[in-house]
Every structure is written in C-alpha cells, then in structure tokens.
C-alpha cells in the first residue's frame, strides 16, 4: 500500500562503521552532510534560527554519544531527525523562541515594498500556523512538506506506526487549513 | 459513485499509494468534484507551506562542522575481547568474595547463636536439647565443641584472617579497575587529539 522506505547509502555506512570505532572525521562527513536537514528540521519545529542552530548542535552531539546504539536497518537520516526532534522539543520547553528578524529575507530589486511586505505577512501566518500545531502532528508535517520523508522513514524517525503517520499529517493539514483560510492567499 | 476517499487523499498527494488502493482512489477522483477539490486544497496548502521561506544559513558548513567536531567528547573504541574478559573479572572477582564473605558471615552468627548455646555445656554443664538445622553445620559443632572457647577463639581468628583477605581483593580489584579506566581514557584523549 506505503512505498518502501529509502535504505543508508554504502559510503554513509562506512563513515557510520568508523564514527561509532571513535573516528571524528567519518562523524564529520556525516555532520556535513546531515546539517542542513537537521538544522531546518529544529527550525520548523521552534520557529527560531538563534536557537535551531545551536539546537542542531546538540542533536549531533547526542548522535555522537549515542551512536553505538544506532541499528543499520533504518535510514541514518531518520534516525538523526529523531534526536533532533527530542532536541527541538527540550529547547523550546526550556526558552521561548524569538521573533526571528534574521530569517526574513530583504526585498529584493525586482518587487515593490508592498508586495514584499505582503510575502513577508503571507509567510509569517504559515508559520505561526505550523508552529500552532501540536508537537507530534508538526513533527511529522515538517518532515513530509520540508524534508521529503516517505512515510516508512517518518514512521522510524517518529517511533510510530504508519498508519499513525498518516493520520497525523491528515489531522496537521487539515488544522494549516482552517488556520490559513482565515488568512487566504491572493493568487 | 463509489464512497469518498477523504482519508486516503494525503497519501495520494504525498505519492505514497500503490496497488489497488491506488487504482481505487484514481478511478473515484475522476468522478467526484467534492473528493478532486479537497485534493487542490492540499495541493493549494502544499505552495503555501513551501513559499515560507528555509532558514538561511548562519555559519558555513564547515566552520558548523568544525564547532560540532570540538564540541565531541572522547569516546573510547570497543573493548578488545581478552580486556573485556579482564575487565569482567576485575568486577565480578571481589562481587563474589564480597557475596561469599557475607555468605559466611550469615552462617557464623546463626551458628554461633546455636553454638553459643550448644558449646556453652562443655564449659558449663547445662543440659539443652537437641536444636533443629545445626546438622547443616557439622564442621562448626566439631571445631568448637571438642575444644570448647579455644575452638571459638580459632574461628574468630580464622574470620578477622578470611575479612582481612576479602577486604585486601576487593581494594585491589577496585584499584586496578580505576587504574584501567583511567589509562583508557587518556589513549581514547591522545587518539581523539
């Protein structure tokens, strides 16, 4: 019925081999390449680039010193966005998170102050409302809409059956929904 | 028209159908307006979601990977099989003579409180019948009985001796535990390094 999930590539299990023998650089390469997932995966989830970066950090430490615990059936990414959930949720019941000037982009040449300004309301009421959700539905929405998981590797970076990846992403879009409908977009 | 897909049409969006559910969930979008336009509003959501802008990037990825990387606490290779044999022993050793001393302590004061009362009558004759369970320790009633408070000054002495050896094991597995851990801590530090 779901498609399968992705598999960890020959190269990324090498380095994994390695990391987990206490090799630093293997661990690095799987830092450089799981950054940027990770650091938006935190992001999406509080809302606050301040505290995603720092926030991703953490979750790679924990990965380095829970590594040996790291079972090869399931998708390393995953497995990372796990602890990097776990990490996003602890940071935000330890601090609020800011209104984040530094991620709103500039206007840019070709569009007026208005039209950018109404881009930058337009994008602000999304995530208000995704950061509304309730933290289970948000998790999984996040890693569907931002980061492309399949729902094989939501149900392993979740810990929960595939049909309860489904129904909470029904649930989540079903809240956007209504959430934003009170703020249509002009198209 | 067959019943409405409601539930089945984020997994549709999302790609993740096959099979015959797939088939089925096709067949019906093509004939319910209701069903096709709760799959444009998803669509209409999915935009919406994606035009929210990604994080932008605070530090370079590697100047990222470089402060996760200082970051790392040393963390030692697995444990050869002959060390972890060792360091087996070095726990298990003196938790067992500690077990088996506590083991021969129990026995010796429920001895000595039967004996006690049974070797007392060689020093002073009273007369006590016979008492249940000192079969289990003939060993005790034959060194003490014959010889009477020097039997049980030996076996004193013999339990100061057997405390004294039991101590002296568990200091030194304890010793040398430290001493190990400590010295695989600093080659995990120099190879980490």
């Not at chain 1, 007026?112 to 930058?120: G, H, Y």
């Not at chain 2, 050793?93 to 021969?104: K, R, S, V, Y």
Request: with cysteine; net charge neutral; hydrophobic share 45%.
């Amino acid at each position: 019925m779901f498609a399968p999930a992705s598999s960890t590539s020959t190269d990324e299990q090498a380095w994994i081999t390695s990391a987990q023998q206490g090799d630093r650089q293997a661990f690095g390469e799987l830092v450089l390449r799981h950054r940027q997932g990770v650091v938006n995966v935190v992001y999406r989830m509080c809302g606050d680039s301040v505290l995603a970066e720092d926030a991703a950090q953490e979750a790679f430490l924990r990965a380095w010193q829970n590594l040996g615990r790291y079972k090869p059936r399931f998708a390393f990414r995953s497995w990372v966005y796990r602890i990097a959930l776990n990490v996003a949720v602890d940071a935000l019941r330890r601090e609020r998170p800011t209104t984040d000037l530094s991620a709103e982009p500039l206007v840019s040449g070709a569009e007026s102050p208005e039209a950018w300004l109404e881009r930058k309301q337009q994008a602000e009421e999304v995530r208000q409302a995704v950061l509304d959700l309730p933290p289970a539905s948000r998790a999984a929405l996040v890693l569907r809409e931002y980061e492309a998981l399949n729902y094989h590797e939501i149900a392993e970076a979740l810990d929960i059956p595939l049909g309860t990846v489904m129904s909470r992403l029904n649930y989540a879009r079903g809240q956007l929904r209504r959430a934003l409908s009170r703020h249509p977009e002009e198209q | 028209m067959s019943e409405h897909v409601l539930d089945w049409i984020g997994a549709y969006h999302d790609g993740e159908l096959h099979g015959d559910r797939l088939r089925r969930v096709e067949a019906h979008l093509g004939t319910c307006a209701a069903c096709h336009s709760e799959l444009a509003a998803l669509q209409n959501l999915a935009v919406r979601l994606q035009a929210s802008p990604p994080m932008p990037a605070r530090t370079p990825p590697e100047q990222f990977v470089a402060q996760v990387q200082l970051r790392l606490p040393p963390r030692s290779a697995p444990v050869p099989g002959r060390q972890r044999v060792r360091q087996a022993a070095g726990l298990w050793l003196p938790l067992g003579a500690l077990a088996l001393w506590a083991f021969g302590q129990a026995v010796l004061v429920v001895s000595g409180l039967a004996l006690g009362v049974a070797a007392v009558p060689a020093a002073i004759p009273v007369v006590l019948p016979p008492l249940p369970g000192l079969g289990a320790l003939p060993l005790l009633v034959a060194l003490a009985q014959p010889a009477g408070w020097g039997g049980w000054l030996a076996l004193l002495a013999l339990n100061a001796g057997l405390t004294a050896a039991v101590a002296m094991l568990v200091w030194g597995c304890l010793a040398g535990w430290w001493a190990a851990r400590e010295t695989s801590l600093a080659s995990s530090g120099l190879q980490a390094g």
